[in-house]
């Protein structure tokens, strides 16, 4: 049984950072690709990020660009996302999921966590 299990979120003031962990289990992790998508209250769920399976090629969508990272440790069978640079706009339920392949379309992810929650006051 797929597992997908995020960690790390809170509160934090715009301007700072947080950093998210989503741990997997259930699943041959290192070889498949990973994302991180956020949904906030009354809005539709966005791409945020997303990794290959081997860390080698990484994508963003344009309004974290430049201020998100988005790593993994296959030995760990964990993916990150580091957030900086946080700003109001950036509260929402964050999710990571996994997928056979590097995309950035939700439709094609195929195993959900339960979302960790990012409040960033302004």
């Known amino acids: 049984q797929v597992q997908l299990v995020e960690s790390g979120g809170g509160l934090v003031q715009a301007g700072g950072s947080l950093r998210l962990s989503c741990a997997a289990s259930?699943?041959?992790?290192?070889?498949?690709?990973m994302g991180w998508f956020r949904q906030a209250p009354g809005k539709k769920r966005e791409f945020v990020a997303a990794i290959t399976w081997s860390g080698t090629s990484t994508t963003y969508a344009d309004s974290v660009r430049g201020r998100f990272t988005i790593s993994r440790d296959n030995a760990k069978n964990t993916v990150y996302l580091q957030m900086n640079s946080l700003e109001a706009e950036d509260t929402a339920v964050y999710y990571c999921a996994t997928s056979r392949v590097f995309t950035t379309f939700g439709s094609q992810y195929d195993y959900w966590g339960q979302g960790t929650q990012v409040t960033v006051s302004s």
């Open positions: 259930g699943l041959t992790f290192s070889s498949t690709a």
